[in-house]
T-cell receptor
């Protein structure tokens, strides 16, 4: 069966520090991969998606970047965090043979 | 992707059926209706999806109107663990690689199951 993991689960970082959130998918190959952010009390916002290694599409201009160094690995990064980067970040995947997107456990980021 | 409209909140008695409405009047012919739920501090959990026909699985039933402009998620016997925010989403089901199968979430319905 397919599984998705993201880490760390919780992160408290000072303003101006770097960020790296990692996500891996197991049990499938060539998935579409996504990074979402959920601010407190709001719906999910798509940040990045990737249809293949090295292929990244950004949905909103921001202080973050994404990379896909391997087929089943998706990384969310920032060189210098802002207070507004705080939120709940979710990695997700779907298999092109099906329509359903599955989400990871989420990572809570607090920028202080 | 088409926009969806859901009531912000609703209460439900434990053991009773919960009927969650969703309007998607601008849905196009190739867009599916998806339902997810999110329990506090966890990632969204897939519930069910459909295109035209009504669907049922071990978690819920999905009723889509004939004109496809609205749908209802039915939790047949709500339990306290069903308390969550429920999201109705419409999206293209295309497998075209370049499309990326993007998914957009709105505000959802906060469901509170009461004993």
């Amino acid at each position: 069966s397919q599984t998705i993991h993201q880490w760390p689960a919780t992160l408290v970082q000072p303003v101006g520090s770097p960020l790296s959130l990692e996500c891996t998918v197991e049990g499938t190959s060539n998935p579409n991969l996504y990074w979402y952010r959920q601010a407190a009390g709001r719906g999910l916002q798509l940040l990045f998606y990737s249809v293949g290694i090295g292929q990244i599409s950004s949905e909103v201009p921001q202080n973050l970047s994404a990379s896909r160094p391997q087929d089943r690995q998706f990384i969310l990064s920032s060189k210098k965090l802002l207070l507004s980067d705080s939120g709940f970040y979710l990695c997700a995947w779907d298999n092109r043979r099906g329509n359903t997107i599955y989400f990871g456990e989420g990572s809570w980021l607090t920028v202080v | 992707d088409a926009k969806t409209t859901q009531p912000p909140s609703m209460d439900c008695a434990e053991g009773r059926a919960a009927n969650l409405p969703c309007n998607h009047s601008t849905i196009s012919g190739n867009e599916y209706v998806y339902w997810y739920r999110q329990i506090h501090s966890q990632g969204p959990q897939y519930i069910i999806h459909g295109l035209k026909n009504n669907e049922t699985n071990e978690m819920a039933s999905l009723i889509i109107t004939e004109d496809r402009k609205s749908s209802t998620l039915i939790l047949p016997h709500a339990t306290l663990r069903d308390t969550a925010v429920y999201y109705c989403i419409v999206r293209v089901g295309s497998m075209i690689k370049a499309a990326g199968n993007k998914l957009t979430f709105g505000g959802g319905t906060r469901v509170l199951v009461k004993p």
